[in-house]
T-cell receptor
Framework: AQSVTQLGSHVSVSEGALVLLRCNYS??????LFWYVQYPNQGLQLLLK??????LVKGINGFEAEFKKSETSFHLTKPSAHMSDAAEYFC????????FGTGTSLTVIP | GAGVSQSPRYKVAKRGQDVALRCDPI?????LFWYQQALGQGPEFLTY????????KSGLPSDRFFAERPEGSVSTLKIQRTQQEDSAVYLC????????????FGPGTRLTVT
């Protein structure tokens, strides 16, 4: 069975600071992992995905994530937060369907 | 290129009423998914279509929930005799292929049952 756990339902960072959103996965097979972003009253938008190629995955809007098998993690990072990054972020693992985490709400403080 | 659209965007129903939620996927997308997103939670899988065939409905919470995609494009999620616990955002997503690859999400329908 596959699942993901997102640590921290709310994260606040100052504008220009590092963004780190944590995701740990559980999978009995090599996982396909995804990060999605959801802006208020909008659908989910794909940020990036890991499909067993390079372990460091670069996505849109300056985000990237590193797959670490030893830690069963797929944390999302961005070197410098922008106000426009404020949104809900979801990690997901692909099994026979998509399994989403409970989300992390990112607040960017000016 | 239009994305996935859903209608209505907001729906208020009295308990016991039936509702129908519509999803227009991206043209040519083979796969279509429905998710339920409760407040403060991630999306939870409801059902999956490949063209007109409903291949997985394991996530439908009860027999009051029914989904169809008769011509392999537009899909409708119907909820009969709505209950308060049905209040949620219902998300539709489509993907190009028959496999489970990148999904494109619509804006969702927020259902409130009073």
């Amino acid at each position: 069975a596959q699942s993901v756990t997102q640590l921290g339902s709310h994260v606040s960072v100052s504008e220009g600071a590092l963004v780190l959103l944590r995701c740990n996965y559980s999978s009995s097979v090599p996982p396909y992992l995804f990060w999605y972003v959801q802006y208020p009253n909008q659908g989910l938008q794909l940020l990036l995905k890991y499909t067993s190629a390079a372990t460091l995955v670069k996505g849109i809007n300056g985000f990237e994530a590193e797959f670490k098998k030893s830690e069963t993690s797929f944390h999302l990072t961005k070197p410098s937060a922008h106000m426009s990054d404020a949104a809900e972020y979801f990690c997901a693992v692909l099994g026979n369907q998509f399994y989403f985490g409970t989300g992390t709400s990112l607040t960017v403080i000016p | 290129g239009a994305g996935v659209s859903q209608s209505p965007r907001y729906k208020v129903a009295k308990r016991g009423q039936d509702v129908a939620l519509r999803c227009d996927p991206i043209s040519g997308h083979v796969s279509l998914f429905w998710y339920q997103q409760a407040l403060g939670q991630g999306p939870e899988f409801l059902t999956y279509f490949q063209n007109e065939a409903q291949l997985d409905k394991s996530g439908l919470p009860s027999d009051r929930f029914f989904a169809e995609r008769p011509e392999g494009s537009v899909s409708t999620l119907k909820i009969q005799r709505t209950q308060q616990e049905d209040s949620a955002v219902y998300l539709c997503a489509s993907s190009l292929g028959a496999g489970l690859d990148e999904q494109y999400f619509g804006p969702g329908t927020r259902l409130t049952v009073t």
